[in-house]
Structures are given as C-alpha cells and as structure tokens.
C-alpha cells in the first residue's frame, strides 16, 4: 500500500464527511472481525491498521492470515468433480484478492519467517491452482472461447494481484505476472468466436454483451489488477486502445433520476448498478486515453 495514497484519505477523512464515513464503516467493520474472524473480510483488518496505527488490527489480519495459510484445500467439492476438475473459480478468487490486501498492508509488521509462511501457503491454495487453470499455456483448461466473460477477468486478475502482493517470496512471481498481462490483454482484445457463437468483449464502440451488472463487475477485475501492476511498478499500464470506450458505454448506459442512477435493465442484475467502479478505476490506473470527469458517476450518483 503506497504511504502517500494513505496519508491522503487520512487528511481527506478530517474535512471530507464522504471520507470520513466511509473510514469510520472500515473501522466498524474491523472491529467486528476481531471478535469474529472472517478470511473473506481479512483486508478491512489491513486497511484499519494503515488508517488508525492501532497494532490490534495488524495482529488480528496477522493471526488469520496465518492461521488459514494451513488449510488443506481451497477447492470446490462441486467444482473438483467435473471433468477436467476445476481446481480454482471465482470463490477462490475473492478470497485470495482480500488476503492479498491485508498481507500488503501488514507486511511491515511481518518477520521474514512469517512473510514466508503465508506467501507459501496462499500460493499452494490460490495462485498456483488460478495460474494452472486459467493463466498458464502449458496447463490452463480455460480458454476465452468457453469462459470469455468475468468469471475470466475475475480469476485471472485477482491472481496476478495476489502475485503482485507476493512477489518477494515467490520466485514464480515474474513469470505469472507476464502471462496475467498477457492473458488480460487477451481478454479485452479477444474478437469472439462465430463457430463457438462467443461474441467478442468489446463492439467496436466499447460495449459489451454482458448486462451492466457483470460488464461493470469484469471491466473493474481486470482494472483491479492494472492498477495494482501500476501502484507496484510505478508507471501506468500500457495503452488498452478498447478501454477508452468504457465509460462511454456505462455513462450512456445509465440515467439520473431523483434519487439513484439507473441503468438500462434487463432483469438479471439491480436497476442502480451502474458500473461506477470501473470508470473510477479506469481513471485511477491511467489505462485509457479517455480522463472520467469528477461530474460523472461518482458512488453511483451525479456530483
């Protein structure tokens, strides 16, 4: 976690209400996990530990990251049965983003031993299993022909991001980092698959086939993992020529009303999703030509 990110929504926290709230919900929520641990929440731990340096909240993310490192297995039972057995999904994939976090914000209060221990045993239930199934050419049994749609974006992206968190203690690191890049291109520029009826990812004016709900959820995976590959690298990603249509196809997608936005609805979602998140991180990772003016949808809404 960069420390100036954070000495910046500390100060924005003292005068900003917006701010403010939502620190006081992250504090909340920490709370809550030290009396009642929870791996899927385990980064809220992390972010209260940077916000407040209070140690408690470090020591409880410490000890859960710890503790569940020695799990057995993070496969699904029903998932392990098909043929071939699917080893990782997108379960796996929102655990590993939220470990990936807290061991980030806490890896300063680590012993080496203990940097080692985790980073061993998330990469044996998580970033191995993800890398095998989904990124690596030599293993993967997903193909953008048959999951092209965010359960890709999620997978692959939250593995190249719990990489990235990893990356001291994991000599496999550079190599999966490189095939995440790759395979993340691959996603956005894939151009469909008539026999197999996959429409590509992006039409030529930036929308996708998906409802808003799950355009908005796989734009923001793969974002999630470009602004990671730039708050680690230091530069911005390389430039995805078909993400500068992006907030042109949620913005047009989407109308005011008195209360909330809405989006254009097809029944398989919620009426307010708007894909705010990704035009927010399409903005902060700089991976588009295109700059999201702060009028635009700002938490779902018009400011």
Known sequence: MLPEKVAAVKKKASSDTLYRNGVNSIISTADALIRKPDITKVDYLGMAWLLTDDKRYADCAKDI??????????????????????????????????????????????????????????????????????????????????????????????CGVATLAFRNELPQADRIIRETNSAISGWVAFEGDNFQHKPRTFDRNGGMYESINYAGYGCQEALLYLLALKNVTGKAPDAIPQLDAMAGFFIHSCYPTDNDMMNVYFGDSHKTTTGHNALMLLDAARCSRIRIERHRLVSGKYH
């Open 65 to 158: 990251l710890l503790k569940n490192a020695k799990a057995s297995s993070w496969a699904d039972k029903e998932m392990m049965m098909r043929n071939p057995p699917w080893q990782a999904e997108l379960n796996t994939a929102h655990k590993i983003f939220a470990v990936a976090n807290a061991y980030d914000a806490i890896y300063g209060t680590l012993s080496p031993q203990e940097r080692k221990e985790i980073a061993d045993g998330y990469y044996r239930l998580a970033i191995k299993p993800l890398a095998e199934d989904w990124i690596l050419p030599e293993t993967r049994i997903h193909t953008l022909n048959s999951m092209g749609h965010n359960w890709w974006s999620s997978c692959v992206g939250m």
